[in-house]
């Protein structure tokens, strides 16, 4: 499977953030989509995923209640938006695959996945 990831770029400090990542090659119905992210000078981090069969949501403690996944466009196409960005959620944002995920544990292991976009930049600035 093939990941286009976009919508990223430069936002202020609480306005509005929506990145969407559409994938092709494959017809996605069992597993997970994710998104991911990595700031200058740390490792990749679980930011959010959703699982396609159940529409079930995971989020890190650090985009919880700030950050909203889900799935649109018959399981192709994922989309990760905020309204509330912070300076510290500036980091290149990655989605990816995964085939057989349905738990928390799971979905936020970079090690689940097998497909992964090619990621976009997100500066918020304060």
């Known amino acids: 499977v093939q990941l286009q990831a976009s919508g990223g770029g430069l936002v202020q400090a609480g306005g509005s953030l929506r990145l969407s990542c559409a994938a092709s090659?494959?017809?996605?119905?069992?597993?997970?989509m994710g998104w991911f992210r990595q700031a200058p000078g740390k490792e990749r981090e679980f930011a959010a995923a959703?699982?396609?069969?159940?529409?079930?949501?995971y989020y890190a403690n650090s985009v919880k209640d700030r950050f909203t996944i889900a799935g649109v466009s018959a399981r192709s196409t994922v989309v990760l938006r905020t309204s509330s960005p912070k300076p510290e959620d500036t980091a290149v944002y990655y989605c990816?695959?995964?085939?057989?995920?349905?738990?928390?544990?799971?979905?936020?292991?970079?090690?689940?996945?097998?497909?992964w976009g090619q990621g976009t930049q997100v500066t918020v600035s304060s």
């Open positions: 959703v699982i396609w069969s159940t529409g079930t949501t």
């Open positions: 990816a695959v995964s085939g057989d995920c349905s738990t928390h544990e799971c979905v936020a292991a970079t090690r689940s996945y097998d497909s």
């Open positions: 090659g494959r017809t996605l119905s069992n597993g997970a």
